[in-house]
């Protein structure tokens, strides 16, 4: 049974440029969340995504995008690049609505390392 | 402003003693609390989580400690093995079907053979 994975593993990109990061949700999970973890610091939320909609957003500017396709697999869409967006993206995938939990474990991909130059 | 602290940048143990991991939260809303372990190159996995109606889990050399009156926890690996060594990270929800974790900065834990 195949994990959270995300492509590319890394990433270099200039200030302004756009990126597009990709993620394919552990199988039979329908909900995927996207964290951004800069050094040093815990990962972040960015958003996420279910059944196609944002369902929930972080503290994060409207350059941060993302998309859910039909088979559940996402994408995160970062435009005009800033040297601070310089960190490792990381998707993680649950089940949102699963009876008898009190809460829906998260599992991450190992994420994408995004430099910015 | 960091609802979830955890203080320790670092911790070092010999192998066989108890690591004791700790992390403050300031959001009196948080109804669920959780323990990931992250190693280089690898996403955080899941180790072990509490519920705020708990004060106490436990899941093998694994345990979790919640004392909501002082909004503090704990994790304690007993014995701890070199297999252990990594970053933890202390993550919480807030209550209202939210997803959304909000994690600390870390931990980094050595397990000295």
């Known amino acids: 049974d195949a994990g959270v994975t995300q492509s590319p593993t890394h990433l270099i990109k200039t200030r302004g440029q756009q990126v597009t990061l990709r993620c394919s949700p552990k199988?039979?999970?329908?909900?995927v969340s996207w964290y951004q973890q800069a050094l040093g610091q815990g990962p972040q939320f960015i958003f996420q995504?279910?059944?196609?909609?944002?369902?929930q957003r972080g503290n994060f500017p409207d350059r941060f995008s993302g998309h859910q396709f039909p088979n559940y697999s996402s994408e995160l869409n970062v435009n005009a690049l800033l040297l601070g967006d310089s960190a490792l993206y990381l998707c993680?995938?649950?089940?949102?609505?699963?009876?008898?939990?009190?809460?829906?474990?998260?599992?991450f991909g190992p994420g994408t390392r995004l430099t910015v130059l | 402003d960091q609802q979830v602290k955890q203080n320790s940048p670092s911790l070092s143990v010999q192998e066989g003693r108890i690591s004791i991991l700790n992390c403050d939260y300031t959001?009196?809303?948080?109804?669920?609390f959780l323990w990931y372990k992250k190693y280089p190159a690898e996403g955080p996995t899941f180790l072990i989580s509490?519920?705020?109606?708990?004060d106490k889990n436990e899941d093998g050399r694994f345990t979790v400690f919640l004392n909501k009156s002082a909004k503090h926890l704990s994790l304690h690996i007993v014995p701890s093995q070199p297999g252990d060594s990594a970053v933890y990270f202390c993550?919480?929800?807030?209550?209202?079907?939210?997803?959304?974790?909000?994690f600390g900065k870390g931990t980094k834990l050595t397990v000295n053979p």
């Open positions: 993680a995938s649950s089940l949102l609505f699963r009876t008898g939990k009190p809460y829906n474990e998260q599992f």
């Open positions: 199988s039979g999970h329908d909900t």
């Open positions: 995504y279910y059944e196609e909609e944002e369902r």
């Open positions: 959001n009196s809303m948080f109804d669920y």
């Open positions: 509490i519920s705020s109606i708990k």
């Open positions: 993550a919480a929800r807030a209550q209202g079907g939210s997803e959304k974790l909000v």
